[in-house]
């Protein structure tokens, strides 16, 4: 069973930036594809972004340019850096991970997910 316990949410301006961080324990980390995806109220889960375990990423068409996905397998963790964020950008964002260590766009795809951490953006 893996554990993945994200951080690094909270509020910002528009025009900002965070970077979420998402620590897994159990299991090979270097092995998963990872993910990242986010909820808004009301609306269903979107894809944010992926990358694989040799480190291939793919990103959803709202946050190309913006944010940037990457991974160091020596902690563990999988990052999350969000810039120039928009008030659109507010949701509940989740990091994913996959046996299968692609970099997976589809939600049902993932094996194990993380709690949450909320991103709010003020206009």
């Known amino acids: 069973q893996v554990q993945l316990d994200e951080s690094g949410g909270g509020l910002v301006q528009a025009g900002g930036s965070l970077r979420l961080s998402c620590a897994a324990s159990?299991?090979?980390?270097?092995?998963?594809?990872l993910g990242w995806f986010r909820q808004a109220p009301g609306k269903e889960r979107e894809f944010v972004a992926a990358?694989?375990?040799?480190?291939?990423?793919r990103y959803g068409d709202s946050v190309k340019g913006r944010f940037t996905i990457s991974r160091d397998n020596a902690k563990s963790t999988v990052y999350l850096q969000m810039n120039s964020l928009k008030p659109e950008d507010t949701a509940v964002y989740y990091c994913?991970?996959?046996?299968?260590?692609?970099?997976?766009?589809?939600?049902?795809?993932?094996?194990?997910w993380g709690q949450g951490t909320q991103v709010t953006v003020s206009s």
């Open positions: 159990r299991g090979t980390f270097s092995n998963y594809g």
């Open positions: 990358i694989s375990r040799n480190a291939a990423t």
């Open positions: 994913a991970a996959i046996l299968l260590g692609i970099a997976a766009m589809n939600p049902r795809t993932y094996d194990y």
